[in-house]
């Protein structure tokens, strides 16, 4: 009997595995394009079945940390590199197995499953090696070696391992020879008789004149067999009927053969390898990636050299560079009221705090050089929908409904995350409700990013922290993408604008002429 | 097998690329005169004659010789060495009527069976050849048809016919075809390999009732048309090798008598010549090549190839001694043999570098590892480049290619500009070219030019004029002499518009 602490590769202890797992999404992956982004990290892995993984966020630190440790374990090139060739590997038992439950012929299908078991015992030896050569610093990792290590070592599997290599073996001794003459086939064991082509070659050898073409017909070599081809391999299995007998015996006796841990580590051990294969194309050219510092007292949160996820996997693929930035809230400050020209990167700024916090809460790296994030319990997002509602006050309606029920749920340790609503209203309305709504979210001291054109709550309270999205002074055309910290003026975009029309106050003066 | 008969130790390669400049070769020299009178209308033999004639400069002093003495077996053994030619010929053809797009199967027991059928007819091919071998070898004296002669002696021996002869009715299998083969992935056979049976007297069916060894045997019934592929299928299989084995033989054996074909037709070109410019009575001989580093041309009665195949009569040749000499000017009267001389030094040091004769009564030169040409051209058309500008483009492109002991023809070049411009264009580039060691031979009218070389009394240089008699006519012969202030046009005038004053 194998003991080991082993839980799974996801979940140090057994009472936090995921208890029933869904195919839904959150509700607000949608509008922080975490769709998109769980869409390209689990692309071409569908057999593994991961979004499951990626949509259940951990509520506890300590699960964080067991998953930080395993992701900076991968992050080890050659570990990274052999767990891979494992999943390859699984991944061919797999096809093989497939191929053999498509196949007709008994002798056919023995083999591929015979095949199957080979790949298999190849993948578990060659992963408790690596894993012993590997300098292990996590948990996880280390009580998987140990457990996979004694299931090697297990009289199951080293029986397994001797019969599919025997078998291999005196499969390899079988050579036969077939006479066809008209519509005849006779078969029997080979008797050393010589290549007769070689010889056909080397009596014209002498006129050997450099390179002529190859006059080989290359065969189309499909998986099944024919009828006849079967019928051969029939006859075959007489002249070797020992060696035959045993496969038969072999197929039967180990139709169970795979360990459900080994099984399951090889799924969930993709979690990772996804995402860091996924982070590498960003590192690649030059964005970075941190293990965030998970607070679920403090407030203060920052993240420095931040993007968004979605959009510089776009911009990536597109060849265009990438604008990073900077927030941070210290003290009492608890809301980022972010404001500026249109088209600035304000939405990009919102997705990105909410993109911060979820991937944090599921225990990956993060965007960024250096980040402290906070352990939420729930995450709101209210984002406008961009159909345009004919009904105006029903879209207002709509709003209000829907901000009333993210704030009836949300509880201290909660972050709710706000993009331009309330624009179906006159200016006047909108400040109203605005800063009714403002008060609430300060009462329950919400983490929050609120997206507005009403300036008047950059400066709402000292909770409240204005960033602006920025443009070139030069050319107001150019956005930079750039949000900063700084108060909401709205001013130095409209003068900007004016100058580089000549129609501010001075140059007003100058060009008219009195 | 390798015919040998254009490199003692190679290949000719009829792919080989011909020299950047071959178009102005062409063009300058007309040497397409040349290779028409090689040719005959046959364009397999022009073009082996252009291949060997612009790529002849590669070639060494040694091959040079070589070809020498085989051309000069030619010359004696003229029908023996076309029937030779008339073989390969034959060979190459029959293999393309016989080529029932076999080549393209994707059965490999068509490709055999295709192949086995050319094989026979290529076995009698090659022992017609055998045959002139063992008649006529004894007339041929140089090395080339000797060592020819020789390897097919040793190569094509009686026994050897009769072992292929064997192998040929053998691969028609009467007794079934015999295949080994392994167990492959999902045990599927692999590995399928012809086999020979042990006892080629005793029968296959004779051999199994002696042994013990359990034999199975099943049958594909009329009936089942996909049994029966299957069963052709693996068949193929086991043919698909030596199948393959076959059609190359077939390949090889046809690009040796391509090789053949191809090396004699440069022979059999040197023959149309040699008998055309015999007919006229022009004066032909082998000449000798000196090694590359020296500075040699020396000849008499070198004449213009081109223009003698070109004219009914007879054609004026030269004799110059221009030994030790880097640099030779050519001035004098206009249609006074200059441009036609010019050609006659291309045209025979191209002739002597492929192995051919000269077209002189003697001739000895330095080989030149590189020829050029730079004449005078027609306005450009395209309005791309003024005249000037296109002649030293092309210089250009000449310097680009040029190395040293090379040799390169100026033919009234650098003349789209005022003489003293010309001249000091003209001067420049040729004092390069001579410290490059590169042989220069220069028909001009830049008086200034030549003329400043004259005065330099240098010993490398030699000035030849074209002759004018004191009655004003020409004798297209050139002898040396010091540069003159004018060309003569007047004489040219009054030729055409008649001595009216």
Known sequence: MISTYYNSILFERTEDSIKKETLDAPVFFADLNLDQIIDAITAGRQEYNLKPFFYSSLNDNDAIKYRHEIMRDLENKILFEHIKSFAQKMRAMREHLAQADKLHYKYQKESWFLDAVEIYCDAVNCLVHDLTIADLKSRGFFDFREYLTNYANSDRFTSLLAETKKLKADLSTVKYCLLIKGNSIKVRKYESEIDYSANVEETFEKFKQGAVKDYRVTFSDWLEMNHVEAKVLDLVAQLYSDIFLNLDNYCTKNGNYLDETTGVFDREIQFYVAYLEHVALFKRVGLKFCYPQISNKGKEVYDYEGFDLALAYKLITENSSVVCNDFYLKDKERIFVVSGPNQGGKTTFARTFGQLHYLASIGCPVPGSEAQLFLYDKLFTHFEKEENIKDLRGKLEDDLIRIYNILSQATLNSIVIINEILTSTTLKDAVFLSKKIMEKIIQLDLLCVWVTFIEELASFSEKTVSMVSTVVPENPALRTYKIVRRPADGVSYAISIAEKYRLTYDCLKERIKS | ?501
């Open chain 2, 1 to 501: 097998m390798k015919a040998f008969l254009m490199y003692k130790d190679r290949d000719f390669d009829l792919q080989r690329r011909l020299p950047p400049n071959e178009q102005a070769l062409t063009q300058d020299l007309e040497l397409d005169t040349l290779f028409n009178a090689m040719a005959l209308g046959d364009k397999f033999l022009f073009e082996v004659a252009e291949k060997a004639v612009l790529t002849g400069l590669n070639d060494d002093l040694g091959t040079i010789l070589y070809r020498q003495h085989i051309l000069k077996d030619c010359l004696k053994n003229s029908s023996i060495v076309r029937d030779i030619y008339d073989i390969a010929v034959e060979s190459i053809e029959s293999k393309k009527k016989s080529y029932w797009g076999w080549g393209f199967s994707k059965y490999p027991s068509s490709i055999l069976y295709g192949s086995i059928e050319v094989l026979q007819i290529f076995v009698s091919m090659l022992k017609k050849l055998k045959n002139i071998a063992d008649e006529h070898a004894d007339k041929f004296e140089s090395e080339g048809f000797t060592a020819f002669f020789a390897m097919l002696n040793k190569e094509l021996s009686d026994e050897y016919f009769a072992s292929i002869q064997n192998h040929l009715s053998e691969l028609k299998f009467r007794d079934g075809v015999l295949i080994s083969a392994e167990l492959g992935k999902g045990n599927k056979g692999t590995n399928y390999m012809l086999r020979k049976s042990h006892d080629k007297k005793q029968s296959w069916m004779k051999r199994i009732f002696a042994t013990k060894t359990p034999i199975y045997t099943f049958y594909i019934s009329d009936r089942d048309e996909s049994g029966a592929r299957a069963l052709s299928e693996l068949n193929d299989r086991g043919l698909n090798l030596v199948a393959n084995a076959l059609a190359q033989s077939t390949d090889h054996i046809l690009s040796f008598f391509t090789m053949l074909r191809t090396e004699l037709a440069f022979y059999v070109g040197c023959l149309n010549l040699h008998g055309r410019l015999a007919q006229k009575g022009e004066p032909m001989s082998f000449p000798l090549p000196i090694a590359p580093g020296e500075r040699r041309h020396s000849f008499n009665g070198l004449y213009d190839v081109c223009l003698a195949l070109s004219l009914e009569q007879r054609v004026v040749g030269n004799d110059v001694n221009a030994d030790n000499k880097d640099l030779m000017i050519i001035t004098g009267a206009n249609q006074g043999g200059k441009t036609t001389f010019l050609r006659s030094i291309g045209l025979s040091q191209l002739m002597m570098q492929c192995g051919m004769f000269a077209p002189a009564e003697s001739f000895s030169s330095n080989v030149c590892d590189g020829l050029f040409s730079h004449y005078k051209r027609e306005e450009d058309t395209t309005m791309k480049s003024g005249k000037l500008d296109e002649e030293l483009s092309r210089m250009s492109n000449i310097v680009d290619n040029i190395t040293s002991n090379s040799m390169l023809l100026f033919n009234e070049s650098f003349a789209a500009t005022n003489e003293r411009e010309g001249s000091e264009i003209a001067r420049q580039i040729t004092s390069a070219l001579l410290e490059k060691r590169i042989k220069v031979f220069f028909v001009t009218h830049l008086y200034e030019f030549a003329h400043g070389f004259y005065d330099k009394k240098m010993e490398n240089v030699i000035f030849l004029r074209a002759e004018r008699q004191s009655d004003g006519k020409r004798t297209f012969k050139l002898i040396e002499g010091e540069p003159l202030q004018t060309s003569y046009g007047e004489d040219l005038y009054n030729r055409i518009f008649g001595n009216t004053c």
